[in-house]
């Protein structure tokens, strides 16, 4: 099993610009989460889902957007891009709630 | 929301020291898990730990959820042990905004050759 897995792992974006971390899972869990992380600073939950068809937001999710069409893939999409988005994106999967998750191995963005 | 709080924020130790890391919470939680942030910023699963004691190797945890609180001990520091330690806690009941780990601002370890 890869666990999971997220492309790219460092991007540059110019102000204004949009784009979309991939994020899939081979665990068959139902749920997914995306978090970000800023120097020095825990994680912080951007959106989640419980489900294919199923997504909400966590505690920071303006300026993002998610979709969950399949159980596998949880893609996360910046709109507009903004310097304060620039961060370390993590994405997580469990099998419910109350369960052990596990990590991707981040995608660094940087936004100028 | 639940409130996380880790203990001491930076630690340096020599190699072979044990160190001990500390985890106080809020509120009841159901799930609670420990992580290595590795400097090349992985994040590895530690232990998942709601409650009672877990050995694997030279890291231990153990996890008061009466008293809210959770010890991760390493034993005989290697440098490879360097690197952030976090927390999450997952809070007890369901629905909403408890989906979710809500994670604690990390232990940094420095471990010298």
């Known amino acids: 099993n890869a666990g999971v897995t997220q492309t790219p792992k460092f991007r540059i974006l110019k102000i204004g610009q949009s784009m979309t971390l991939q994020c899939t899972q081979d665990?068959?869990?139902?749920?997914m989460y995306w978090y970000r992380q800023d120097p020095g600073m825990g994680l912080k939950l951007i959106y989640y889902?419980?489900?294919?068809?199923?997504?909400d937001k966590g505690e920071v999710p303006n300026g993002y957007n998610v979709s969950r069409s399949t159980t596998e893939d949880f893609p996360l999409r910046l709109e507009l891009a903004a310097p304060s988005q620039t961060s370390v994106y993590f994405c997580?999967?469990?099998?419910?709630?109350?369960?052990?998750?596990?990590f991707g191995q981040g995608t660094r963005l940087t936004v100028v | 929301g639940i409130q996380v709080e880790q203990s001491p924020p930076d630690l340096i130790l020599q190699e072979g020291a044990n160190s001990t890391l500390r985890c106080n919470f809020s509120?009841?939680?159901?799930?609670l898990q420990w992580f290595h942030q590795n400097p090349w910023g992985q994040l590895i699963n530690l232990f998942y730990i709601p409650s009672g004691t877990k050995q694997n190797g030279r890291l231990s945890a153990t996890t008061v959820a009466t008293e809210r609180y959770s010890l991760l001990y390493i034993s005989s520091s290697q440098t490879t042990d360097s690197g952030v330690y976090f927390c999450?806690?997952?809070?007890?009941?369901?629905?909403?905004?408890?989906?979710?780990?809500?994670f604690g601002k990390g232990t940094l370890l420095t471990v010298n050759p």
């Open positions: 889902s419980v489900g294919a068809g199923i997504t």
């Open positions: 997580a999967s469990s099998w419910g709630m109350n369960t052990e998750a596990f």
């Open positions: 509120d009841s939680v159901n799930n």
């Open positions: 665990m068959n869990h139902n749920y």
């Open positions: 999450a806690v997952e809070m007890a009941g369901s629905g909403g905004s408890n989906y979710k780990l809500t």
